[in-house]
């Protein structure tokens, strides 16, 4: 089936520093999601694009669709400590009936 | 509180037994999605419901099966557990299918199988 390559799988932040991640896929999509998983709770959505080449941003967090449908990033500014969890890229398949195919996650964590 | 309600939070149960996992979707949406949160894994797709009938199917084992009732409610009932069932069951629901907007997902039932 179709399958999502987030990465990295895992990265340390510190305080004030920028972070970025992404996703690939060999599928086409008409929807690239990033979500943001706390420990116990549901995935929370933080950006959602709709169009190839889309750049949006929501506070510190900028995403963008990637021009060959296939790709997006997701970058984190100045990160804060509350940024620590778990974030994860999923996409919407043209022709889909709105389930979503997700990325493995990539987990940020605090340096200590 | 995203309005997606699951039920229960945990559950504990042994290998062979069946459970049935609940989610009231958020008021006024249609379409109820359910997915598996294995550990360290992505969510995977399981079903989706829209106004009582299923309308896509994803990685869903036979021993898994799901419904949506009048009141849009749905359970997910899942048969003769085995190890590998434990996960995180997770809920979403939408005002309609085909669109991902206010896609919304609950907190999730944790299962563990002993």
């Known amino acids: 089936g179709q399958q999502l390559n987030q990465s990295p799988q895992s990265m340390f932040i510190q305080e004030g520093e920028d972070v970025s991640m992404n996703c690939t896929s060999s599928?086409?999509?008409?929807?690239w999601l990033w979500y943001k998983q706390d420990p116990g709770e549901g995935p929370v959505l933080l950006i959602a694009?709709?169009?190839?080449?889309e750049l949006t941003s929501n506070g510190r967090l900028t995403a963008q669709f990637g021009i060959t449908r296939k790709d997006s990033f997701l970058n984190i500014s100045a990160s804060i400590p509350s940024d620590v969890g778990i974030y994860f890229c999923?996409?919407?398949?043209?022709?889909?009936?709105?389930?979503?195919?997700f990325g493995k996650g990539t987990k940020l964590s605090v340096k200590p | 509180d995203s309005g997606v309600t699951q039920t229960p939070k945990h559950l504990i149960t042994a290998t062979g037994q069946r459970v049935t996992l609940r989610c009231s979707p958020r008021?006024?949406?249609?379409?109820v999605y359910w997915y598996q949160q294995s550990l360290d894994q992505g969510l995977q797709f399981l079903i989706q419901?829209?106004?009582?009938?299923?309308?896509a199917k994803g990685n869903i084992l036979e021993r898994f099966s799901a419904q949506q009732f009048p009141d849009l409610h749905s359970e997910l009932n899942l048969s003769s557990l085995e190890l590998g069932d434990s996960a995180l069951y997770f809920c979403?629901?939408?005002?309609?299918?085909?669109?991902?907007?206010?896609?919304?997902f609950g907190s999730g039932t944790r299962l563990t199988v002993v």
């Open positions: 979403a629901s939408s005002p309609e299918p085909g669109t991902v907007y206010g896609y919304t």
């Open positions: 599928s086409i999509f008409n929807t």
């Open positions: 694009l709709y169009k190839a080449g």
């Open positions: 999923a996409g919407q398949l043209t022709g889909s009936q709105g389930n979503l195919i």
């Open positions: 008021s006024g949406d249609l379409s």
């Open positions: 419901y829209y106004n009582g009938e299923e309308r």
